[in-house]
């Protein structure tokens, strides 16, 4: 577009391509998308850090599975004018004026999660999954109440009542685990057993790490067995029981499931509760004003176009593909001798025991990964020995890989990039020629929504 001189008074003159200053602060430029250059301009530092991470996303495998990429769509609405607008309260009952379009919004964000995961009530405005399940004891429990969760070595979050958490020490969380005897699963007759002697007042379940689907039905006969509530953190799958490759704890007739809305679902950061009619006012009244303010609108927005788009025949096959991805790269891994929690996986993410398979703790395996570009995180395995910053293993994820278009050839070499770094004993050639072979590999394979970016801005 033509850039037009500006003689209003107190703005200064510019040359073409200059945005348009009031002092220091940019007021509007006539050439979209040009706010890259007002950032530039204005703040060095940030635009360096903005071009530095689309880089290190484009020429690296991200394997961490509780991360992806989110939709174009999705980050354009998220820097959108939706950001400007408060909306506390929900649709039709809100405490400021100005809400045509954040109701309808919302209202469609809502209905869109309960069709796709058969429920009877949403509410899509907790501000990350912490909040979400925060929202979920509060509206739900009284303090000092017992909730029965699984243990956090063999893989609950944080937010099942780490002793570091504030929900930890207000209420009593006590754990059950898997078995190895068991091939890793949950062992249902000690759950059972832990169960009757503590008569929590919820069953909670769901994980972060942990490669097996769950059996909702059976934790679902205990709680009722002993008149608990039942609770499903799907935060991490979401996108998989959308999707429905994965169970759906709804249909075992759970009384709540919470999934954030950022990891396999591929939305942008926030949470999602799911509940029956019957708790629908508790839950809405926790989130607020119990616990949160005006909830974030530009998100709201991308959660009902992620939930349009995850019922979608596309993102079926995207779902089938992150599983299928996950057991080619636990297959390969596998085959040149990495220890595998479980020794497998049924979903999207797998655990490496890598202080079994080649005497490296997690944060040595993780730092080794980070140089060839690949990037993992450092995990605690069940029980595990080693203290939780340098724990015996990493876990690895396909959800991100996958939305990149990455597929069952790509996983294979994956494998043998990750066994050759790990067992190359600190060989600087060897990580420095898997380095390069990696990254070479992921140019073929564009980051959605940052590719062109990053071109445009390397051109500049
Ligand atoms: C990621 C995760 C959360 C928390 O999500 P944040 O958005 O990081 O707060 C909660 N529960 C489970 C099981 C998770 O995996």
């Not at 059972?192 to 909702?216: F, N, Q, T």
């Amino acid at each position: 577009m033509e850039s037009t001189t500006v003689k209003r008074e107190g703005f200064r003159r510019r040359s073409p391509g200059q945005p348009i200053c009031w002092k220091n602060s940019v007021l509007r430029s006539p050439s979209m998308p040009s706010f890259r250059n007002e950032l530039s301009i204005n703040d060095q530092e940030i635009a360096a850090a903005l071009v530095g991470e689309e880089r290190r996303q484009q020429d690296g495998v991200e394997l961490i599975p509780s991360e992806n990429y989110t939709y174009p769509e999705v980050l354009e609405l998220l820097g959108s004018v939706f950001t400007n607008k408060y909306s506390e309260g929900y649709p039709g009952r809100r405490y400021y004026g100005g809400q045509q379009y954040t109701d309808e919004i919302e209202r469609l964000a809502r209905e869109r999660a309960c069709s796709l995961f058969r429920a009877e009530h949403a509410n899509v405005q907790p501000l990350s999954g912490s909040p979400m399940n925060q929202a979920v004891y509060l509206g739900l429990l009284e303090p000092g109440d017992t909730i029965l969760a699984m243990d956090l070595s063999h893989g609950g979050h944080l937010t099942h009542g780490a002793p570091v958490s504030h929900m930890g020490r207000l209420f009593n969380f006590i754990r059950y685990k898997t078995a190895p005897s068991n091939g890793g699963a949950i062992d249902f007759d000690e759950l059972r057993a832990i169960a009757r002697e503590a008569r929590p007042k919820m069953v909670l379940c769901g994980y972060s790490s942990y490669p097996r689907d769950l059996d909702y039905a059976a934790f679902k006969s205990i709680a009722d067995e002993v008149g608990a509530l039942t609770m499903a953190d799907v935060s991490h799958y979401g996108g998989l029981v959308a999707a429905n490759v994965m169970r759906n704890p709804l249909d075992a007739g759970f009384d709540v499931m919470t999934t954030t809305s950022h990891k396999t679902l591929r939305g942008p950061r926030g949470g999602i509760i799911l509940c029956r009619k019957e708790n629908a006012g508790r839950i809405d009244a926790s989130v607020f004003p119990g616990l949160q303010g005006g909830p974030h609108m530009n998100v709201v927005a991308g959660i009902a176009v992620t939930l349009k788009k995850a019922a979608t025949s596309d993102f079926q096959v995207y779902a089938r593909q992150v599983l299928r991805n996950a057991k080619v790269l636990a297959g390969a891994l596998m085959e040149r001798g990495m220890k595998l929690v479980t020794d497998g996986t049924d979903n999207h993410m797998m655990v490496v025991d890598t202080a079994a398979s080649v005497g490296l703790d997690g944060r040595a395996a993780e730092d080794v990964l980070d140089a060839i570009a690949i990037t993992t995180n450092k995990q605690v395995i069940p029980d595990d020995p080693r203290p939780p910053l340098r724990p015996s293993g990493i876990r690895l994820g396909t959800p991100a890989a996958t939305t990149r278009g990455m597929g069952e050839p790509e996983m294979r070499r994956i494998g043998e990039f990750i066994a050759a770094a790990l067992q190359a004993n600190g060989n600087d050639v060897v990580v420095a020629r898997l380095r390069s072979e990696c990254v070479e590999m992921c140019r073929a394979f564009p980051v959605p929504g940052v590719m062109s970016r990053a071109n445009s801005v390397a051109k500049t």
